[in-house]
């Protein structure tokens, strides 16, 4: 468990003591008799991106890591409230191309804005509360079984390399054209909902991968007490992560390391007993491993030899 | 209207043309279907409050100001989400003062935890979104009509002559208790939530005030087209601000302004026509004015004379 994750049992856990919380284990809060799931989360300069990052992206993808969340859930989006704080002297111009962003993703994801909130502030912070709606059902289970298939959508690591390469061009050899791609995938995620909403009454279990996959497989484990196996080279990786495997052939354990345990891919990770059959209409799902009795999570390579990382996912503590 | 108000208006409005939001003329989003009601506030370090402000306090300043906008529709509360960015040096004892304040204020009004986010950052940023659930009915209108009396609760001008006493010592003489009084004001206002529940199918409209008594009634004025007419001698003051008017009687203008158009009071501001009836019940509700045709806000003084402001609220922009 990261620092961030401790903080949270340690301090929040004990207030969250009731069912619609889902005791802090799920991507949403779950309000039954509404048929309601309501999540939240921020974006702040400097720790979540770069003061020259285009507000109008930023709008964008603060609206898709909620979404993300409610993709997660299997509910569909309604709505958001949002709290902006931004500098006084560029509030004018900010705002104009934020809400740019904001209404093309708003009409992309038929959303609607319900409220919030706006200061002014040295450095820009935002935070948004997305609700989503459901049919009595959602993915509020956190844990797994023994055998149970381990099932990721798109691509994995993308949007680590993208940081990794945007922090420091000269890390790694890599094409133009694939840096771009990466950081892209960074910057303008792509929530699952259809496929979130497709595994409800199928999946045991459905969370994004905000913090890395092997931080999100190893909260699953701890959770059902179980061991996850995974498989280097079932692991679905993108034409532009592939090129970086290519060209930097002295780097390979450092690139499986950020592909491993970089956080903001917003990909959804999900488990399917062997009774559980994925709806054929789904494209791009891979299975990359299997849960067994044990403990942790344990990674393989195309020989069977395991795989050792130094860490496992993202934290801000 | 206040520069904050111009910039919401002309980027946020165009996007919130929904009937939730009441097209965010109200202190909170109503969500009929559900009989919920959703509100967000921020407070950001440096902006709402100064780095060495303990943290417990914190906490129930920033449920309170939610409270408020709950109170203000007159719905009750249920619970919150809760957004967290501090500084990673301190996280540990911050945040273990933090949800001190947090739990005893959860337990003082029957709140539930519901979920949140946390990060780190280099300033204090807090968000929270609070729920309410009405019976089918809140305060949504936000207009009044000729003649309706303008009430007020408790005391008016507290919080902002604490937040000048703060940040500068020697502005007025007072006294130690009373100093210590209005600056408790500020820091832990008292959420109006039996009085705006009592004032529903009663009152023709109901708000907090949060950004000023002027700023508040300005807006209300303007939405329903009418003159709002106080009498600074019908204003409710505390024994602390009247102390005030006693020990600097060349200041008396200058506590007049603030009284008026300082924030953060957190009272309600309520209209009720002449057929409209206050429940016996309540108590320390005041009549300042009443509203009349015309444009605008009207101050006059014990002697009939009218009383001319500079500004009219808080603005962050």
């Known amino acids: 468990m990261n620092n961030e994750k401790k903080l949270i049992e340690k301090y929040l856990l004990p207030l969250a003591q009731n069912k619609e919380s889902l005791f802090l284990k799920n991507d949403a809060a779950y309000f039954k008799k509404h048929n309601l799931v309501i999540s939240t989360d921020m974006m702040i300069e400097d720790k979540h991106f770069k003061k020259c990052v285009d507000p109008n992206l930023l709008a964008k993808k603060l609206i898709r890591i909620n979404l993300s969340d409610i993709a997660a859930m299997g509910a569909v989006p309604t709505g958001f409230f949002l709290n902006i704080a931004i500098p006084k002297h ?19 994801f038929n959303l609607k804005l319900y409220g919030g909130d706006m200061s002014s502030s040295d450095k820009i912070f935002l935070s948004l509360t997305i609700l989503g709606k459901t ?14 298939g381990i099932f990721v959508t798109g691509c994995i690591g993308d949007a680590g390399l993208g940081y990794e390469l945007m922090s420091n061009d000269l890390i790694f050899n890599c094409s133009t054209k694939s840096k771009k791609r990466l950081i892209q995938k960074l ?18 279990f459905c969370t994004d991968i905000s913090d890395g996959l092997l931080e999100e497989l190893s909260f699953i484990a701890k ?13 679905p990786l993108s034409c532009a992560s592939k090129e970086l495997f290519t060209k930097n052939k002295r780097k ?29 209409n789904l494209k791009g799902i891979s299975k990359i491993g299997y849960f067994s009795s044990g403990k942790g999570v344990r990674i393989f390579d195309s020989k069977g030899k395991e795989f050792k990382t130094r860490k496992s996912g993202f934290s801000h503590f």
Chains 1, 2 share one sequence.
């Open 187 to 204: 910057l303008l995620p792509e929530p699952r909902l259809s496929v979130g909403k497709k595994l409800l009454n199928n999946a045991d």
């Open 252 to 280: 390979v354990n450092d690139i499986w390391e950020i592909i491993l345990s970089g956080g903001e891919d917003y990909e959804l990770l999900f488990c399917l007993s062997k009774k559980q059959k994925l709806d054929k």
């Open 90 to 108: 560029k509030s004018q111009c900010w705002l104009k191309n934020f809400t740019t962003g904001l209404k093309l993703d708003m009409k992309k």
């Open 135 to 148: 049919d009595s059902y959602c993915h509020e289970k956190n844990y797994t079984k023994s055998n149970s």
């Open 223 to 235: 959770q059902s007490n179980k061991q996850a196996n995974i498989f280097l080279d079932k692991i």
